[in-house]
Every structure is written in structure tokens, then in C-alpha cells.
């Protein structure tokens, strides 16, 4: 168990924040502490060179001075050499065959100089180093001069300075993992309460809404698109439990009349006629129930595939032509003319069956919602920058109502004022819907314009094929 909080732990962002907070904060000290520490020896050693460099040049100034009294030059290196004692610093003459002529106090035991001598050279003996140059104290005579300290000063300095560093820096990192487990508390909270509110959220219930602390910064957008993600699915929630309800609602008519027909039957001894009829009625209501089934399943969730089958085209003229032709019958039993205003040849995508069912359903809402002498006008041709193709249904029926316009194409919405004006038996205020979900899958629009008592124009717009797919007419 307390493994499993433990593994846990190590997989929280805190953690790995903390975590990688410290592990930047180790390598910039660590980086920081050994190039300081560098460049300060190294500042050191420029500062020890350049004192040496500075001393060669005087003694070489004090040979030249003190060339017929060496004794009393040597006296004032051997003084010099005592005040600089805890450097250790020394000096050695040598003949130009290399012979020691004279060594300083504090001089350590060093290696001869090898021939061929060279001008001037640096030489590291730790802990010695020293500077070994020619001189010329007169015109005969050629000197090798030794002059060096002890490094061990200059190591003590970076030694010292180490140590604090190191110290300071083992502040830092100590600091370093409880200042990021702050930080990283502090950034994560608001994500926390995120998290609780998001558990306690339920499909039954989504009115809680994740709290916004108005910083305008990324967790506060993660909970703005958490809101509004929840905002569509509790709509979704809704539209979706309304069309049960309804399918629910409209299923039961057509099944209580099935119902009740066979109850007449069983109920006593028919005719044959009776029987007929009954039976009549029973078929009449299996009809308009597959026809129902059939249009809740294209509305149902899932069937947007179904409706655009990838690469199929179509020629929406003559789809037009046909549905027109269905519809003359209907339009002339009741008087009312039933024209072709344009017929441009056009191809859409999409399979002919969906679109016979948006231009029957159009064609079939004008018809019934139009008195007799209207007129009802039928356009297929391409838009006007001849981008798309246009279906355009005109008629002069009743018209809809302005604030009825806005839900026509709700799922089972029909408005009462808009009866036909035959009063024939009334839609299931799903034609439009169906249609509406035809065109969206294939990419197209639907718009209404209508004025009540005058008339509604629907207009269809649907993409061109893509030239690059092939499909079957
Ligand atoms: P229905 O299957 O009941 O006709 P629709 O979804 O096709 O349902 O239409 C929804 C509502 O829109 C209809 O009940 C009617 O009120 C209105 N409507 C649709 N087309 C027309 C039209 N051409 N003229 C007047 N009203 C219309």
C-alpha cells in the first residue's frame, strides 16, 4: 500500500516538477561553481606570473646596477626573499654553461637547467613555479636567472573559495527542491480543484461548472474549454433525450392503431369485408410506421457515414426531374401549378436516394403548404460564381411565421399556425431535419426565406464533386 502511494507520488506533476526544478537548479550550480572556481585560479595565476615577471625584470635592472657589487645585490634578494618567506619566493643565477653561481634563501631543490637554454620560460615544479630567463649584467658576462614562488598560496586562495562556494551552493540545491515543491503547489492547485469538480460531474447531472479565476492564463482556458465542452454536451444531452421522448411519442399512434384494429377483429366475428378493412388499416399503419423507423434512423446518431458514401455523384437535374414528375399527379389534383423554372446540368455528391428524399421533402411541404391556384417553382442550376451547385424550391403558399422560422429545422417541431390548408394529415415535423442532415454531410447548406400569407422559398446549396474522386452516377 504505502509502495503504491509512493509510485503514485513520483508519477504527480508536482513531483516532476520538483524534480526537474532541482535537477536545473544542480547542473547551473554545479556549471556555476566550477567555472567560477576555474576562473579564479586562473585570475590567480595571471596575478602570480605577472608579480614574477615584474621581479625578474627588476633583478635583471639590479645586476646590471650592482655588477661589481654582487655581494650587496645577493644581501638584498636574501632580504627580499625573507619578506616574501611565506610564498616562499627565491632566486638562482647560473653560469651560461648552466653551473649554479647563487641561490636565494627558501630556494627548493630543483633540477639544474638543461642546455640548450632557452630565452625565457615558464617552469611548473609543483608546488613551484617559476620564470627562467637570459640576462646580461655587463657586455662579457651571460647569466641564467631563476625567479619563482610556491603555488601552494594560490591553491590555498581557490581552495578557500571552494569551500564557501560549495557551501553556498549546498544551500541552493537544499533550497532548490522545496522551493520548486512550492512553486509547483501553487501552480498545480487551481488544477486540483479542476480535477474535484470534473469527478463530482455526472451524465445525469452537468450543471456544475468548473470555477474560473479570471487570469486569462492556461489553466483558466482549460477550464473555459471545459465549460464550454460541457455546455455542448449537456445540450447534446438534452436535443438527444427530446428526440427519444418524441420518437417515443410518434411511434405509439401508428402502434395503438395497430392495436386497436386487432382488438376489433379479436373482439367478436367479422365479415370478410371486415376483416379486409381492418386489415387495410393494419397495413396503412405499418406504412407509416417503416416510414417513421426510416427517418429516425437517418436522423439517429452514427448514420452520418451512411449519408455520404465516399466518391458517389449525382446528377442533381435529374433527380429534380423525377421527383417533379412524381409530383404533378398530387399537384394537379389540386390545382396548383407545379413548374420547372431552370434545369441546368448539374453533379453533386452524395447517393441518389438522399437526394430524391431533400427534394421530395421540399417539394412535398411546398405542395401541402400552398392553397389551390399557387404556384410552386422548381431551380437546379450552378451558383452564380458557378462554385456550387443551387436547388432553389419556390412557392406561394402560406408561408411560415417569423418567429417559427428559427426551429423549422428542429427535429419534430411543427409549427400549429402553418396547418395545410387542406388540413390533410399532419407531418411528423421531420422531413426538414432529414433534410438538413443530408446536406450538412455533404458539406452543402439549406436556407428559408418566407412571408407569411406569400409564400417560402427553400434554397439548397451543395459543393461540386472533387474532379479527383471517380463514383457512379
Ligand atoms: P413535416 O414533416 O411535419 O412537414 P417538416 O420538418 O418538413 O415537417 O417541416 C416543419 C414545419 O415547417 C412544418 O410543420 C411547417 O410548419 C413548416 N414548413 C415547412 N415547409 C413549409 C412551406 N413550404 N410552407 C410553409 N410552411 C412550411
Redesign the pocket.
Known sequence: MRCGHLKMFWQTLRFRLTFWNTAVVLVVVLTTLVGVREGVRRAFLAEFDQLLREDSREIKLATQQFHDKRELLYLLLNSQAEGHGPHRWFVQMFDAQGQLIWASKNTPILAAPAAPFVDQIWVEAPPFRYWQTRIEPSKQTRLLLRVGASLETVDEDVATLTKIMLLAGGGILLLAPLGGYWLASRAIHPLSRIIATTDRLHPADLQERLPLRHTSDELDQLSLTINGLLDRIAAFLVRKRDFVANASHELRSPLAAVRSAVEVALAAPRTNEEYVNLLTDVMEQCAALEDLVNRLLVLAEGTGDILTTPGQRTRLDQVATKAVEMFQGVAETRDITLAVVALEEVMVPGSPYYLRQVVN?LL???L???ASGSRVAVEVRADSPGRRALLRIT?T????AAE?LPR??ERF???NK?RSPDDGP????????ICQAIIMALQGEIHVQ?TPGQ??C?TVLLPFPNPNKQGAC
Open positions: 421533402n412535398d411541404n411546398a401541402k403548404f400552398s412557392d403558399g402560406i408561408g411560415i417559427d423549422i429545422f417541431y411543427r409549427s402553418s399532419r407531418g411528423h415535423g421531420l422531413g426538414l431535419s418566407s409564400g417560402s427553400f
